[in-house]
C-alpha cells in the first residue's frame, strides 16, 4: 500500500491572520516622519508700496500674536489670506483677540496710495472689537524684520 503525500507531515501551516506585533511602531515612525517634514503655511504677502518712516519700533510679542491685515488701494481688507468685507474685520478680529488673552497685536499693513478713509473704517472695526494694540507696518520695519530672520 503506497504511502500518500510521502509520509511527510508539513510543520508549519500557513498564518490566517496578519502579524500585529510591529503595526504600533510603523505607525509611530510614520506619525514622526509627518510631522518633521510637514511644513505650516504662513500668510503670503500681498503686493503693495509699503509706507515710509523715518524710524521704527520693534514689536516685542511672539508671531503666534501678531495678526496681519492687509489693506490694497481699492479698499479689500485681507486677512489669514481671505477677502473679507470691511464690516466684517471685528466680527473675526474679536475671536482671536480674546483667545490670546489680549495680547494680540494687529498690525495693518497699507499700501501707501490707500485712502484715509480705509484706514479710519479699519480703526472703527479695530476698537469696536477691543484690541488696543494696534501697528503701521512700513518698509523699514519690513527690513528690520528680514534682517533678523
Request: charged residues 25%; aromatic residues 8%.
Amino acid at each position: 500500500m503506497p504511502i500518500r503525500g510521502g509520509g511527510l507531515d508539513r510543520k508549519s501551516k500557513v498564518a490566517s491572520e496578519i502579524p500585529s506585533s510591529s503595526l504600533a511602531d510603523i505607525a509611530f515612525l510614520l506619525l514622526i516622519f509627518f510631522m518633521v517634514t510637514t511644513v505650516f503655511r504662513t500668510d503670503r504677502e500681498r503686493p503693495i508700496q509699503w509706507a515710509q518712516a523715518a524710524a521704527t519700533q520693534k514689536i516685542d510679542e511672539k508671531i503666534k500674536n501678531i495678526l496681519n491685515i492687509w489693506v490694497e488701494r481699492d479698499g479689500s481688507v485681507w486677512m489669514n489670506d481671505q477677502n473679507i468685507p470691511m464690516d466684517q474685520v471685528s466680527d473675526r478680529v474679536a475671536p482671536l483677540y480674546v483667545a490670546s488673552e489680549r495680547r494680540l497685536v494687529v498690525s495693518i499693513r497699507a499700501d501707501r496710495e490707500t485712502p484715509y478713509k480705509y484706514i479710519n473704517q479699519i480703526q472703527d472695526e479695530l476698537s469696536s472689537a477691543g484690541v488696543l494694540r494696534v501697528v503701521f507696518a512700513t518698509q523699514l520695519e519690513r527690513q528690520m524684520t528680514r534682517v533678523r530672520r
